[in-house]
């Protein structure tokens, strides 16, 4: 690898939330939410790194055969089911779990064979308005799939618009539709609650809704919650991403810095070149003042991000140096500060990284 940008991956991290996550919710299991490449970080490794792990959520069937083809054995759940009937077969070839949240799929399931044995997460919803049965239709639903002979199991699913604000009254309100309408049906075993609500919502993994929490972003050790709280503060960032400073030059007050001269030097200044763009899933609507870490010491980001490189601010960083490590997140610069200075959320930082980082796995 002769391009010094990369994403490291610590494993150890990755197992220290999960255990963060069983932690806040002892009257439940936990599925790993591993979807869309584990955010990022790479699904097959780090569903091998986790062999104590309940079980594993993905979003949909190709990304749970390439674990079950990399030899993960753990239930992994579909969470939003299967698009298609024909992807049937294979869920009940691979002991998968699925969601269901239309009527579609159950006429669906009720033309398999009989000898086949889902296990189903009917999906209500709640309040979100994005996916799920309506309270109203929810117990009907739940009463067609407890009489079929292909259905062996159902949970009750629901998911959370805004977990991440404990101000809001909106989950609260979403828990009471779920109280109301569970009431009356029989099995009780519930999955509500995402990374933000097994931190900040015990009520919605209460021994009343005991069964499975569905952290995902938490794992990964970018905190969820708009302010943070004593469990959240324990996480532990599981990628930091460096580069190196390829190339340095002074440059005069007055003068620019990078694509349509955007940012425009104050005084003198020392500029770093790092190796990272957004080809390698760095934002380029990144803003000037951007926190990067140069050999531990914190600068920012000066210019507009280009496809390979970006610059940086190494003025008051006398002895940084070609060969310099620049950190963009991680450990030290929390991927929440960046994505604050981006306009948006650690989630589209983690997925966007692109397959030229190469990605580096300890244990
Ligand atoms: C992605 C996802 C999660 C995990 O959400 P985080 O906010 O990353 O914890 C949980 N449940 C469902 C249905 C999801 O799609």
């Given at each position: 690898m002769?391009?010094?940008t990369?994403?490291s991956?610590?494993?150890?991290?990755?197992r220290h939330?999960y255990?963060v996550a069983?932690a806040?919710?002892p009257?439940?299991?936990?599925?790993?939410i591993?979807?869309?490449d584990?955010?990022?970080?790479?699904?097959?490794?780090?569903?091998?790194?986790?062999?104590e792990?309940?079980?594993?959520?993905?979003?949909?069937?190709?990304?749970?055969?390439?674990?079950?083809?990399?030899?993960?054995?753990?239930?992994?759940?579909?969470?939003?089911?299967?698009?298609e009937?024909?992807?049937?077969?294979?869920?009940?070839?691979?002991?998968?779990w699925?969601?269901?949240?239309?009527?579609?799929?159950?006429?669906?399931?009720?033309?398999?064979p009989?000898?086949?044995?889902?296990?189903?997460?009917?999906?209500?919803?709640?309040?979100?308005?994005?996916?799920?049965?309506?309270?109203?239709?929810?117990?009907?639903?739940?009463?067609?799939?407890?009489?079929?002979?292909?259905?062996?199991?159902i949970?009750?699913?629901?998911?959370?618009?805004?977990?991440d604000?404990?101000?809001?009254?909106?989950?609260q309100s979403?828990?009471?539709?779920c109280?109301?309408t569970?009431?009356?049906?029989?099995?009780?075993?519930?999955?509500?609650?995402?990374?933000?609500?097994?931190?900040?919502?015990?009520?919605?993994?209460?021994?009343?809704?005991?069964?499975?929490?569905?952290p995902?972003?938490?794992?990964?050790?970018?905190?969820?919650?708009l302010?943070?709280?004593?469990?959240?503060?324990?996480?532990?960032?599981?990628m930091?991403?460096?580069?190196?400073?390829?190339?340095?030059?002074?440059?005069?007050?007055q003068?620019?810095?990078?694509?349509?001269?955007?940012?425009?030097?104050?005084?003198?200044?020392?500029i770093?070149?790092?190796a990272i763009?957004?080809?390698?899933?760095?934002?380029?609507?990144?803003?000037?003042?951007?926190?990067?870490?140069?050999?531990g010491?914190?600068t920012?980001?000066v210019?507009?991000?280009?496809?390979?490189?970006?610059?940086?601010d190494?003025?008051?960083?006398?002895?940084a140096?070609?060969?310099?490590?620049?950190?963009?997140?991680?450990?030290?610069?929390?991927?929440a500060?960046v994505?604050?200075?981006?306009?948006?959320?650690?989630?589209?930082?983690?997925?966007?990284?692109?397959r030229?980082?190469?990605k580096?796995y300890?244990?």
């Amino acid at each position: 690898m002769a391009r010094p940008t990369k994403a490291s991956i610590d494993l150890a991290a990755f197992r220290h939330n999960y255990r963060v996550a069983k932690a806040q919710s002892p009257n439940s299991k936990a599925v790993a939410i591993i979807k869309a490449d584990a955010y990022g970080h790479g699904a097959v490794k780090l569903a091998h790194s986790l062999s104590e792990a309940d079980a594993f959520g993905v979003a949909c069937i190709e990304e749970a055969i390439e674990l079950r083809e990399a030899g993960i054995k753990q239930p992994i759940l579909l969470l939003e089911g299967f698009f298609e009937a024909s992807e049937l077969e294979l869920i009940q070839r691979h002991h998968l779990w699925t969601a269901l949240h239309s009527q579609h799929q159950i006429e669906a399931i009720k033309r398999q064979p009989e000898s086949y044995n889902f296990n189903v997460w009917l999906k209500l919803d709640s309040g979100m308005h994005r996916l799920g049965f309506s309270p109203q239709d929810y117990p009907s639903a739940f009463e067609q799939l407890s009489e079929l002979p292909q259905v062996d199991n159902i949970v009750h699913m629901t998911h959370f618009a805004c977990a991440d604000e404990l101000d809001k009254s909106m989950t609260q309100s979403q828990l009471k539709t779920c109280k109301a309408t569970l009431a009356q049906l029989k099995t009780q075993t519930s999955s509500f609650a995402n990374s933000a609500a097994t931190l900040a919502h015990p009520s919605s993994h209460s021994e009343q809704f005991s069964g499975y929490t569905r952290p995902g972003i938490m794992l990964y050790g970018a905190d969820p919650l708009l302010h943070p709280n004593s469990a959240s503060k324990q996480l532990i960032p599981v990628m930091t991403l460096t580069s190196k400073i390829i190339a340095i030059r002074e440059v005069k007050a007055q003068e620019s810095v990078g694509y349509g001269e955007r940012y425009r030097c104050e005084r003198n200044m020392k500029i770093g070149t790092v190796a990272i763009g957004y080809a390698d899933g760095y934002p380029r609507h990144a803003k000037d003042g951007t926190p990067v870490m140069v050999d531990g010491i914190r600068t920012q980001l000066v210019g507009r991000v280009s496809m390979d490189m970006l610059t940086v601010d190494l003025t008051d960083i006398p002895n940084a140096d070609i060969g310099s490590t620049v950190e963009l997140w991680g450990k030290n610069v929390k991927s929440a500060e960046v994505a604050h200075c981006c306009d948006t959320i650690p989630y589209t930082l983690f997925t966007g990284i692109t397959r030229r980082v190469y990605k580096e796995y300890s244990e």
